[in-house]
C-alpha cells in the first residue's frame, strides 16, 4: 500500500537529510565545499520563500563575516547553478534572484525533509502494519547526520527532533504487533551491573518465576533485600514486595504476560545512570572543567560532540571525566553510559567493542534476544536509539581509535568523552577535540595530600606534593599513607621519595598491586619492544630532557627512527615534545626510566659524554676561535647539525640543563677525563652568556675531575676558564693566583701555547690591581710565546691587552697602533666576539683622543656585531662609548637612551661597570 503511495520520485530529490546535496537514479551528488553546501542547505530548508542575503551571511560566517562576504555569495550561487543544470538539466528547480535575496523554487516533493513530514503525517490513523511500512521509509530517507559535511555552517535542531519523532511513532507501531521480549539473561547482566535498579530486579524476579524457577526467583530477591539493607539501609520499594508476596502465594497470574509489561527499546523508559561514584577529596582542574564544561555546549545538532582526555597513567582522566559527569548529569536528561574499555588494564584484556555495545544496548532497555549477533548490526541499533537523544557517553580507559569509533553515537545531541593514555590521533583527526590532562598545580595538589592526611605542615606539604610530581595517584598514595600509617611520619616519607632509589617504592598501596610503579608498568607493558628500549635509554640520561640525535647514538638506529620511538613514548605520555625533537619527562616516569635501565646506566654513561663532547666541541667553535688543541669530533656520531652561532647558543642553551647533569654523575662516577674537558667545552658558553652561579659550580667540578685526572694539562686550561670568570666579575686576588699556578703548571710542561695564554692571565690579574708596568711586562712575554707558538688568537688578543694598559698609562697615540692591530688580527681570524669588544675598546680610544666621528663609528659597528651574536657586556660597552660621545655633541637625550640601553645589560649580566653608568645617568640629570 505505502509504495503505491509513495513510490520513486523521478528526477533529483534534494536532500538535508544527511550530506547536503542531491540524489539522482540512487547517487549522491554534493556541490562543493561547506559553504557551498551551507548555502543550498539554507535554501532547501526554506523552499520557495526568499532567504535574505544579510541572513545567509550572518549564518555562513557566524556573524563575523568577512568585506568579501556578498561577493563570495554571488560566487556560491554562480557555482550552484552550474551544479544544479547538472543534477536536473530539465530545470524542474531553479535558484532565484530577487532584490533583497535568493529563493529556491522546486516542488517541495523533491525535498527529503518535506517527504519525510508527509509519510509521518500519513502514517497517522493507520493500522500498525501500514505504520510500521511508512515510518520504516520516512527513516530511510536519512543518509547520515542531518546537514553533514557542511561543517556546522547550518543549524536546524527541528530535523533533529523531526528524526526522533518518526523513530518514536515506528518503536510505537512495532510495538503494538508484538516485536519485544525480555528474557533472563538479558536480566541477570542488567541486575550485574546496576544491582540497586528495582525495576531491573522487578523483572528478573518475574522472568525467573514464569520460566518455572520459582527458588531462583526468591533467591534473587533476597539476595537483593540483603544487599539493599547493607549497603543502603533501606528496603524493597513496595512494587518489589508486593511481586514476592505474590510469587511467595505462587500467584498462577504472573505467568500470563501483558503486553504493557514489556519494556521497549526506548530511551524515557529505561535512562541509564551508569557514571560510577566520584572520587572524595577531587580539587583543581577548574580550567579542565570549563573545557568540558564548553565542550558540551558545542555540539552543532548535526554529529556527537567527542572530548578525549588524553594524559600519562595517574593524572586523574576518570576522576576529571566522572566529576564533571556527575556535576553536569542535568544536560543529558536521557541518561549516562559508561563502560570502562580496559585499553591498560593489567589483568583483563581490552573490551571489545561488540560486547560494549551489547552491554549498552541491554542498559537501553533492548531485550537480550533483541540484541543483534553482530558487531555492524549493534552499531546501527545502538546509533537508532541514540539518535538526537540528549545522553552522556563516557568511555574510560580507551586503548586506541579503532576501540572507540563504533561507540560513537551517530546523533548531534549526544555528547563523548574518551579517557587514555594515549592521544588516539585518529579519533582527533575524524574531528573530536583533544585535551590533555596534566599534573594538579602545586596547590591543589597539596589540597588531595592534606584532604586524606588531615594537618600536615605547609612546607613538608609541599615537599611532598612536589616529589610526587604532583601526580594525583601519588598524591592519593601519599595521603593514604600519613592517614593510614602512624609509623610513617611526613619527614620520614619526604625521605624517602627524595632518594630515586627508595621513590616508587614508597608509592605503592600495600597488599595490593596498585602503585606508581604499577600504573606505568600497565603502560610500558602495552609498548613494542622497540619503544620500551627507547625508554631504557632514556633512564640512561642524566638529565631531564632529550632528544633523536642522541637516543639514536646510543641506539645505533638513524635518527628517524629514534625520532618516530620518542614520538611513540610521546603518544602514551611516558615523554612529552615540548618542542621539536626535545622530549621532556616527568620526574615519576624518570625514576621509573632509570630503574628499567638498571646497570646500563653506569656502563653507558661514557657514551653520553662522548655525545656531548663531541656537540659541545662542534658548538663552541661557533662562539669563538678555540684557545686549546681540544678536538672531540665523532664523526661516527649522528650529531645535531648546528651549523652557525645561532643555533650554538640555541644549542647550549636548550641542553644547558642535560650538561650539567652529565658533569655531575660523570665526575660522580670518576669519568673524570671527559668531565674536565666538557667543562671546558662547556664553559665557552658562559663566557658568551654569562651567568655566575652555574659557571663557577662547572669549572670547579671541572677542576677537581682534572686533579683527580692527573691531567696537569687539562688543570691548566680548566684554571684558566676558571681565570676568565674571576677577571669577569673582578676578583683579581683569587685570579692572580690560579693564573700563578696555571703558569708554573704550563712552564713545566714546556708547552709555549699554554704558557702564553697564562702569562697573559697573570698580566690581567696585574692589570686588574693597577700595576701596569707588571702587566705589560706579562702581555709583552705572552705575545712572544703566542708568536712562536702560531697562536694567532692569543697574538690578536695580546695587541689589544697591550693597547689597554698603555691607555691606562695616558699613552694614548702609543696605544692606537696596537688597537687596530688588534682588529685586523680578530677580523683575519675571523672570531665574531672578540672583533666586538676589540672593535669598542678602538672606539673608546678614539673618543679619548677626540675622533668622535670614528668613535662613533666603530662603537656602532661594534654594537651591531654583539647584538646580532647576542654578547650583552659588548654591546653595552659600545653603547656606553656611544653615549660618551653624543653628550659631547650636546645630544643629552640619544645619550640617554643609549647608556640606559647599557645599564639594562650590564645590570642583566650583573656587571660592576653598571655602576659607572647609573653615574653619567645620574650626572645627565643633574646637569
Known sequence: MAQERYGAVAGPRFCVLGPVGAVVDGRASVPGGPGIGGLL????????????????????????????????????????????????????????????????????????????????????????????????????????????????????????????????????????????????????????????????????????????????????????????????????????????????????????????????????????????????????????????????????????????????????????????????????????????????????????????????????????????????????????????????????????????????????????????????????????????????????????????????????????????????????????????????SARELVDRLADERTRLGALRVDDTDSGVRAALDVTVGALGAERVEALRLVGVLPGRTTGPHLVAALAGVPVDTARDRLRGLAATFLVTEVEEDRFDTHALVRAYARDLAGGDRAKRLPEVLRFYLAVADGARRHLRGPADDLDESADDLPLPPVTDRAGALAWFEREWGNLLAAVAEGAAAGLHDQVWRLARLCGEFRRTRPRRDDWQWLLETGLESARAAGDQRGEVLVRLSRCVLLSRYNQEAELLADGERALAVATGLRDQVLMAMAFNTVASAHFGRQRHADALAGYRKALELAERGGYRLGVANLHNNIAQVLRELGELTAALEPQERAVREFRETGDLGFIGLALANLAELEHELGDGAAAEAHAREAVELAAADGLGLTEAFGRDVIGRVLHDRGLGAQARAEWERALRLYQEAGSPLAATVHERLAGLASG
Open 41 to 488: 542547505a539554507m535554501l532547501l530548508l526554506e523552499p520557495n520563500q526568499v532567504v535574505p542575503v544579510e541572513r545567509i551571511v550572518d549564518v555562513l560566517w557566524d556573524h563575523e563575516p568577512p568585506a568579501t562576504a556578498r561577493t563570495i555569495v554571488q560566487g556560491y550561487i554562480s557555482r550552484l547553478r552550474k551544479w544544479l543544470s547538472t543534477v536536473d538539466p530539465d530545470g524542474t528547480a531553479q535558484i532565484q534572484t530577487t532584490g533583497a535575496g535568493y529563493r529556491f523554487a522546486v516542488d517541495e516533493g523533491r525535498i527529503d525533509v518535506a517527504l519525510a513530514r508527509r509519510l509521518l503525517a500519513e502514517s497517522r490513523g493507520e493500522p500498525a502494519d501500514v505504520r510500521a511500512e511508512l515510518l520504516a521509509r520516512a527513516q530511510s530517507l536519512w543518509r547520515g547526520p542531518e546537514l553533514s559535511d557542511i561543517a556546522g555552517r547550518v543549524r536546524a535542531p527541528e530535523l533533529a527532533e523531526l528524526r526522533l519523532t518518526v523513530l518514536e511513532a515506528r518503536l510505537d507501531a512495532d510495538l503494538e504487533l508484538g516485536r519485544h521480549d525480555e528474557v533472563i539473561g538479558e536480566l541477570v547482566a542488567l541486575v550485574d551491573t546496576h544491582p540497586f535498579r528495582e525495576h531491573l530486579v522487578h523483572q528478573l524476579v518475574l522472568a525467573l518465576y514464569r520460566s518455572g524457577r520459582r527458588a531462583a526467583a526468591l533467591e534473587f530477591y533476597q539476595r537483593f533485600a540483603r544487599r539493599a539493607a547493607r549497603e543502603l539501609g533501606m528496603d524493597p520499594g513496595p512494587a518489589l514486595r508486593e511481586l514476592h508476596s505474590r510469587v511467595l502465594r505462587d500467584d498462577a497470574t504472573l505467568l500470563q504476560p501483558r503486553r504493557s509489561a514489556v519494556i521497549s527499546p526506548k530511551l524515557g523508559v529505561l535512562v541509564p545512570a551508569e557514571l560510577p561514584p566520584a572520587p572524595s577529596g577531587f580539587t583543581g582542574r577548574d580550567e579542565d572543567l570549563r573545557w568540558l564544561d564548553g565542550l558540551s555546549a558545542s555540539g552543532d545538532g548535526v554529529a556527537p560532540a567527542v572530548g578525549v582526555l588524553a594524559g600519562p597513567a595517574g593524572v586523574g582522566k576518570s576522576a576529571l571525566a566522572v566529576v564533571w559527569g556527575a556535576r553536569a548529569s542535568a544536560r543529558f536528561p536521557d541518561g549516562t553510559l559508561f563502560a570502562s574499555l580496559s585499553g591498560f588494564d593489567p589483568a583483563n584484556a581490552p573490551l571489545d567493542p561488540a560486547a560494549v555495545l551489547g552491554r549498552f544496548l541491554l542498559a537501553l532497555g533492548v531485550a537480550q534476544h533483541d540484541v543483534p549477533a553482530e558487531q555492524a548490526d549493534r552499531v546501527a541499533l545502538y546509533r537508532t536509539l541514540l539518535a538526537d537523544r540528549r545522553v552522556l557517553v563516557v568511555l574510560d580507559d580507551a586503548r586506541d581509535t579503532d576501540q572507540v569509533m563504533p561507540l560513537l553515537p551517530g546523533g548531534g545531541a549526544a555528547l563523548v568523552l574518551v579517557t587514555s593514555r594515549r592521544r588516539l590521533d585518529g579519533l582527533v583527526a575524524f574531528g573530536a577535540a583533544l585535551r590533555v590532562v596534566e599534573p594538579l598545580a602545586p596547590a591543589d595538589a597539596q589540597a588531595v595530600i592534606a584532604h586524606a592526611a588531615g594537618a600536615t605542615g605547609a612546607d613538608e606539604l609541599a615537599r611532598l606534593a612536589e616529589l610526587c610530581g604532583h601526580l594525583p595517584l601519588a598524591l592519593r598514595i601519599v595521603g593514604a599513607r600519613l592517614a593510614a600509617s602512624p609509623g610513617w
